[in-house]
Nanobody, 119 residues
Framework: QVQLVESGGGLVQAGGSLRLSCVVSGSIFSINTMGWYRQAPGKQRELVASITASGNTNYADSVKGRFTISRDNAKNTVYLEMSSLKPEDTAVYYC?????????????WGQGTQVTVSS
């Protein structure tokens, strides 16, 4: 089993910054891509950013240039640095870890951390 624990959410004013962290533990062998998703009230969960084990990144257009995803494989941790935050970034942010198809293709989720951006 794989456990993901997020931290770092909170309340921030528009234009401010936050850093989210996600620690992965358990049977993490073959975990490849990790990412951050978010879900605002009344909306579907959407991908914010992802990063592969080799460091390749992908971002939603809405956060490009403002958010940066990184990972520390030695610490089994993935980070999301968020800057120039906007009220529309308000959501519950979820950490995600995925095994590749050859290893079963399982997806794992954290419990979520609330990010609220006030105008």
């Amino acid at each position: 089993q794989v456990q993901l624990v997020e931290s770092g959410g909170g309340l921030v004013q528009a234009g401010g910054s936050l850093r989210l962290s996600c620690v992965v533990s358990g049977s993490i062998f073959s975990i490849n891509t990790m990412g951050w998703y978010r879900q605002a009230p009344g909306k579907q969960r959407e991908l914010v950013a992802s990063i592969t084990a080799s460091g390749n990144t992908n971002y939603a257009d809405s956060v490009k240039g403002r958010f940066t995803i990184s990972r520390d494989n030695a610490k089994n941790t993935v980070y999301l640095e968020m800057s120039s935050l906007k009220p529309e970034d308000t959501a519950v942010y979820y950490c995600n870890a995925a095994r590749p198809a050859w290893a079963g293709g399982s997806l794992y989720w954290g419990q979520g951390t609330q990010v609220t951006v006030s105008s």
